[in-house]
Structures are given as structure tokens and as C-alpha cells.
T-cell receptor, first 113, second 109 residues
Framework: NAGVMQNPRHLVRRRGQEARLRCSPM?????VYWYRQLPEEGLKFMVY????????ESGMPKERFSAEFPKEGPSILRIQQVVRGDSAAYFC???????????FGSGTRLTVV | GQSLEQPSEVTAVEGAIVQINCTYQ??????LSWYQQHDGGAPTFLSY????GLEETGRFSSFLSRSDSYGYLLLQELQMKDSASYFC??????????FGAGTRLFVKA
């Protein structure tokens, strides 16, 4: 079992460009979560998805950010027109049950220049 | 609001015992989890307390008191490799888990 796979590990974008972050959950895990982490800070919940459904997006900014988890393929976190404040580590996690014991991916470190 | 409070950092010596506390205030509570994160790495799940009491997993133990909205992570026989950030977390219902800001543990020789 390959675990939660995220790519790319590092992503550099210029202000105004789009960033697309990918996450493949562990096999058999139907619950997918995205978290954002700023340096020296905790993990901030962004969005919770199941296949083809966004269950809770209360932590995601209303503008420029979107997430999906299609029937086939990885979950995608998309940030349009990136700004310097979007620079952070973005972690994806998956769970078989959704209650505890999440497995995290290695994260994508986004740098906006 | 919903929050978990934990100390920002703790320092201990190799071989010692250290306790990292976590108090929480949430509208829903479905147990307390602990995660470890090394610099530049991914958070990894350590333990979960669904009910009051102590859970032991090797050198790590975790405790929960729901009446006090309080829990702690206990690390015994500290090793240098235990230097990391430790996060308490809780599921607030609806399968959404929120995390504390983390406690940075420094283990000195």
C-alpha cells in the first residue's frame, strides 16, 4: 500500500498563476481532507470530500480556491490567481472511517513569488 | 468557537519523561487524537482516546478526561528522535477534525 500520495512535493508559482495540487488517498479510503499549514503553525482544515461530493468546505476561502474528488483519479485542490499569502504547505489526508487516525501525505509546499 | 490549546514548546533531556497537555473547547467532541510531525515531514497518527482514561502504546501514552475537557500525551524514555511537533486533534462531528497549534518538543542530550 503506497500510502497517501501527493504531488508535486514543491511548487513555485508567480503571482496570478494557477496552482493545482493532487492527492491520491490510500486504497480503500473514501474520506479525503485538505489542510493548510503555515510555518510554525498548526494544520488548518480546508475541505472534506468523498468521491464526487464536497461534504464540508467551511475552511476554504470562498474565492480562488476549489476542490474536487472525481469518480476516477486523484483529488485536486486548485488555487486560481495565487497571491503571496497562499504560500504554505498543503497536506492531504485520508481515512477509511472519517473519525480519527488520518493518514497524511507528504504535502505540497507552495511558494508564490 | 472551537479550539484546542496546547503549550507552544517544551524542552526535556534524553531519557526523561515529558507530558504535553491539551485543553479543548468544541461544540462537538468525538475523542482526542495525537499526531507527531518532524520538521519538513508529514503528520503521523500516534494515538486516540475515545473514552476517559489512559491509552498506552509503547513509550507513548495518552490520557483523556472529558469532564475536564483535557487530555495529555506522555512520552517516556525520551530519545533525540522524539524532537518534533506534537498536535492534539479532535473530530467535532460530521467527520471534520480540527488541530491544535502544536507543541514543539526539544530533546537535549
Amino acid at each position: 500500500n503506497a500510502g497517501v500520495m501527493q504531488n508535486p512535493r514543491h511548487l513555485v508559482r508567480r503571482r496570478g498563476q494557477e496552482a493545482r495540487l493532487r492527492c491520491s488517498p490510500m486504497k480503500g479510503h473514501s474520506h479525503v481532507y485538505w489542510y493548510r499549514q503555515l510555518p510554525e503553525e498548526g494544520l488548518k482544515f480546508m475541505v472534506y470530500l468523498q468521491k464526487e461530493n464536497i461534504i464540508d468546505e467551511s475552511g476554504m476561502p470562498k474565492e480562488r480556491f476549489s476542490a474536487e474528488f472525481p469518480k476516477e483519479g486523484p483529488s485536486i485542490l486548485r488555487i486560481q490567481q495565487v497571491v503571496r499569502g497562499d504560500s504554505a504547505a498543503y497536506f492531504c489526508a485520508s481515512s477509511p472511517t472519517g473519525d480519527y487516525g488520518y493518514t497524511f501525505g507528504s504535502g505540497t509546499r507552495l511558494t508564490v513569488v | 468557537g472551537q479550539s484546542l490549546e496546547q503549550p507552544s514548546e517544551v524542552t526535556a533531556v534524553e531519557g526523561a519523561i515529558v507530558q504535553i497537555n491539551c485543553t479543548y473547547q468544541t461544540s462537538g467532541f468525538y475523542g482526542l487524537s495525537w499526531y507527531q510531525q518532524h520538521d519538513g515531514g508529514a503528520p503521523t497518527f500516534l494515538s486516540y482516546n475515545g473514552l476517559d482514561g489512559l491509552e498506552e502504546t509503547g513509550r507513548f501514552s495518552s490520557f483523556l478526561s472529558r469532564s475536564d475537557s483535557y487530555g495529555y500525551l506522555l512520552l517516556q524514555e525520551l530519545q533525540m528522535k522524539d524532537s518534533a511537533s506534537y498536535f492534539c486533534a479532535t473530530n467535532t462531528g460530521g467527520f471534520k477534525t480540527i488541530f491544535g497549534a502544536g507543541t514543539r518538543l526539544f530533546v537535549k542530550a
